[in-house]
């Protein structure tokens, strides 16, 4: 059985497409691209799909990861095109490589987030921030499936700057627009881009005026240096530059 793992993007409004619309949208798109997909054994037979830490619904992403399995083997550019003209405009593939030996999850324990705040100063939002920073613990609440828990949202930030670009992707020009660059590690529970925003209104008081727009830049392994390294470099190398 041949392996290959994808990266995707959602944007613009489809960003507000749940993980679940996505399966089922994705699982169209296999069957309009007629890709060999292989399914699970047993009595109710699935396609072999692994999603890798879904972004939240509402959210951006240029860095979402699955893993399919074929019965037959494709190239990878061929496969990428095809369902890429198999999904929606927003729902977008950006990469295909043939999988190399160990887990996908096991080479994602990081995600870096670009955060928009339209109508926030820079100087307020970096006040913010640096309370945040120098807080040893910030707890917030947020509803869980066991129900509302307390739980520490300083503890898993590895990086939280804010940045004084002019050029807005969200197109809010005119506005103050304060962006903040936050690099979160994978912890349980999980630490989301809203809980560190639920927690520079703990120490600080920042009540964003209008919803921000956030979006996930990269998923992967943090390194010593504070470098997200992509998941899909070590497929790459393994099937040799330029190579799919």
């Not at 095809?82 to 990081?110: K, N, Q, T």
């Not at 100063?121 to 120098?134: G, P, R, S």
């Not at 828990?149 to 020009?173: H, I, N, Q």
């Amino acid at each position: 059985m041949q392996r290959i793992r994808l990266r995707y993007a959602k944007r613009g409004p489809l960003r507000f497409t749940s993980h679940r619309d996505f399966a089922r949208a994705f699982e169209r798109a296999l069957r309009r691209a007629a890709v060999p997909i292989a399914y699970s054994q047993g009595f109710t037979p699935h396609p072999k799909i692994s999603y890798a830490s879904a972004a939240p619904t509402g959210v951006g992403s240029e860095a979402e990861y699955l893993e399919i399995g074929l019965q037959a083997p494709v190239d990878p550019e061929q496969l990428r095109v095809a369902l890429d003209a198999a999904l929606s405009p927003g729902l977008d593939i950006l990469e295909a490589v043939i999988a190399a030996d160990g887990s996908l999850a096991d080479r994602i324990d990081a995600s870096q987030w670009r955060i928009e705040l339209p109508e926030v100063e820079t100087k307020t939002a970096q006040d913010a921030v640096a309370a945040f920073l120098e807080s040893a613990e910030v707890l917030v609440e947020r509803m869980t499936k066991q129900g509302r828990r307390s739980f520490d949202a300083r503890v898993a930030v590895a990086r939280c700057t804010v940045t004084e670009e002019a050029d807005l992707p969200s197109g809010a020009m005119g506005v103050p627009c304060a962006i903040i660059d936050l690099v979160v590690r994978q912890v349980t529970p999980a630490v989301r881009p809203d809980d560190v925003l639920s927690g520079l209104r703990v120490v600080a008081g920042l009540e964003p005026p209008v919803p921000p727009r956030v979006t996930r830049l990269a998923q992967g392994t943090l390194t010593a240096q504070g470098v997200i390294v992509d998941p899909l470099d070590v497929d790459r190398e393994a099937a040799g530059i330029g190579g799919r």
